[in-house]
């Protein structure tokens, strides 16, 4: 097959084209953003950390439903969590995360 593109703009796409075990990773972690739930637990989670209680009332969320998203969550990397006597506080682990929600916000044009 002919392609239309010149040797080097050809050279250029296949140096940088990410290999499969990156391009994996990257679909991982933007699938952590396909649930309007998991996204609604991150911008709680952007403002404070919380427990599952406080995430689960003031979202209006089953507790059930909240700690099986923070369990994904946290599988993914994307959030982190804090022990205090049988509480468990949950946080944002990077502040990329929340860059990558703020740049689909502006994407979107709200």
Partial sequence: MNLLLDDRTQSLVEYYLPDNSVLNNLAEFFSVFSDS????????????????????????????????????LRSAGVVGFRREGKIIFYYLSTGAVEDVMLSGVRYLGY
Avoid: F, P, Y
């Fill in 37 to 72: 739930t998991r996204i609604k637990i991150l911008s709680a989670l952007s403002i404070t950390e919380m427990c599952v209680t406080d995430l689960s009332e003031i979202l209006k969320i089953n507790q059930t439903t909240v700690s099986h998203q923070l369990k994904i």
